[in-house]
Nanobody, 125 residues
Framework: QVQLVESGGGSVQTGGSLRLSCVVSGYTSSNSDDRWMGWFRQAPGKQREMVARISRAYGTPIYTDSAKGRFTISLDNAKSTLFLQMNDLKPEDTAMYYC???????????????WGQGSQVTVSA
């Protein structure tokens, strides 16, 4: 059974930093649908969007425009932990953040096979 357990959310002021962690267990798939892990977010009244993804095999990170230059995704395979370092946070970054495994492009959007429970990030002006 695949489990993703997140930690590290919280409240900060504009310009602050937070680091999200996601411990993954039971995830051993090596098929082509499971090449990527990532972080998504969903703000109130908005659709869920992918923030960043990372290659399980090569550690190659890819960011959306909103995350470039401020967020860093990383994967510690030895500890089975996915991280998202968020710097220079802005009020528009306020959302529930979800880690994900088996990230894939499906039905014209990014989706995932497995999800963490969500971590609230709130950035005040």
């Amino acid at each position: 059974q695949v489990q993703l357990v997140e930690s590290g959310g919280g409240s900060v002021q504009t310009g602050g930093s937070l680091r999200l962690s996601c411990v993954v267990s039971g995830y051993t798939s090596s098929n082509s649908d499971d090449r990527w892990m990532g972080w998504f977010r969903q703000a109130p009244g908005k659709q869920r969007e992918m923030v960043a993804r990372i290659s399980r095999a090569y550690g190659t990170p890819i960011y959306t425009d909103s995350a470039k230059g401020r967020f860093t995704i990383s994967l510690d395979n030895a500890k089975s932990t996915l991280f998202l370092q968020m710097n220079d946070l802005k009020p528009e970054d306020t959302a529930m953040y979800y880690c994900a495994a088996g990230v894939m492009w499906s039905n014209m959007k990014w989706d995932a096979r497995y999800w963490g429970q969500g971590s609230q990030v709130t950035v005040s002006a």
